[in-house]
């Protein structure tokens, strides 16, 4: 009896312990912050590898309160759709590009214009030094936590464009500004998103498009065009971002906010970094198809680059029409680019 007595006392004791600790371990798995992550860069291209490891980055300082599903190729929300997918609450956090919802961010077009941009450090430093000035109020509705933006848009080809009469009455693909940039080369525009593009210039629908060369590998475009030509003096850029649903952002803990915008930090200038090198990689990859790249002259680049000056001046004047600082956003811009 006496052991009986025992027994029943370890049993006791251990079932009040498992009740005590049962809490605790309940409580453990409620911190367990569960998020998805929406982009259209597919699962291969280095973006898209780049926007996996933030996420595995988060997680990691985050100490386990933070679990991120990431999806990529656009499988959980299209590449046009994914902001307002995001304020939605469909995605937690998405990437995409400003470009593809044309007018819905009017002062950030100021990025796609004609520029003449020299590299992706330059462009993605610019449009986060952009946005820490102007904090433009068209992303007021969710928690931006860093944006990108490529190296020089160039024109890609099936056919060789070595001057700018080559460029009349064919079908480039662009997206936002760039549009106005192939109208003002002579060109006719045709807006497809990126992951539409590659079957656009296989079918013939466009005859060539506008994008940084890194497309040529990225995106496989080397395979359905032949030429590339270095307008530089006519380059844009397409700026994208990151950004996450404002609710969630502000569901989070103070540590975990600071985790994500410490790493959003340090991103912005591997995303940067990314775009030259993966730049470099579609010269490689282009070359060793044996297209060809055609440099314009001086003289010529700078034809291309007085005969789209013109949209500058229409960005202004549509800004102001709205109400919209245009002159001061293209001034600090244009300053940007000179000094950096």
Request: glycine content about 8%.
């Amino acid at each position: 009896m006496k052991h009986s007595g025992v027994k029943l006392f370890l049993l006791f004791f251990i079932v009040s312990i498992c009740f005590v600790a049962m809490p605790d371990l309940a409580a453990a798995q409620q911190k367990v912050i569960t998020l998805n992550y929406s982009n259209f860069f597919p699962a291969p291209h280095k973006n898209s590898i780049l926007a996996d490891a933030w996420c595995k980055e988060v997680e990691k300082r985050a100490q386990g309160k933070v679990k991120i599903t990431y999806f990529p190729g656009g499988t959980l929300t299209p590449a046009a759709q994914t902001y307002d997918n995001v304020v939605k609450g469909i995605a937690d956090i998405g990437m995409s590009v400003f470009a593809y919802t044309r007018g819905k961010f009017p002062l950030i077009e100021v990025f796609d214009l004609p520029l003449g941009y020299k590299n992706g450090v330059q462009a993605t430093g610019l449009v986060n030094a952009f946005y820490a000035k102007f904090k433009p109020k068209e992303l007021d509705d969710v928690k931006v936590l860093f944006l990108h933006a490529h190296g020089p848009g160039i024109l890609h080809s099936k056919a060789p464009i070595a001057k700018m009469e080559d460029v009349k009455g064919k079908k480039i693909r662009a997206t936002g500004l760039a549009a106005k940039i192939v109208q003002a080369l002579g060109g006719a525009p045709v807006g497809t998103t990126m992951p539409e593009t590659y079957d656009a210039l296989r079918t013939g629908v466009a005859e060539g498009a506008m994008a940084p060369i890194e497309a040529l590998q990225g995106w496989k475009w080397g395979e359905v065009v032949s030429s590339t030509t270095q307008n530089f003096g006519s380059a844009y850029t397409a700026s994208m971002f990151v950004v996450m649903n404002k609710a969630k952002w502000n569901s989070l803990p103070p540590d975990v906010q600071k985790v994500m915008e410490d790493v959003s930090k340090e991103w912005t200038v591997k995303q940067g970094q990314t775009w030259d090198e993966i730049d470099k990689e579609g010269y490689e990859f282009t070359k060793k198809r044996g297209n060809k790249i055609i440099a314009l002259s001086k003289e010529e680049d700078a034809r291309w680059a007085q005969a789209v000056r013109p949209i500058l001046d229409e960005y202004v004047k549509n800004m102001k029409a709205k109400g919209l600082p245009g002159d001061e956003a293209l001034k600090f811009c244009l300053d940007y680019l000179k000094t950096h």
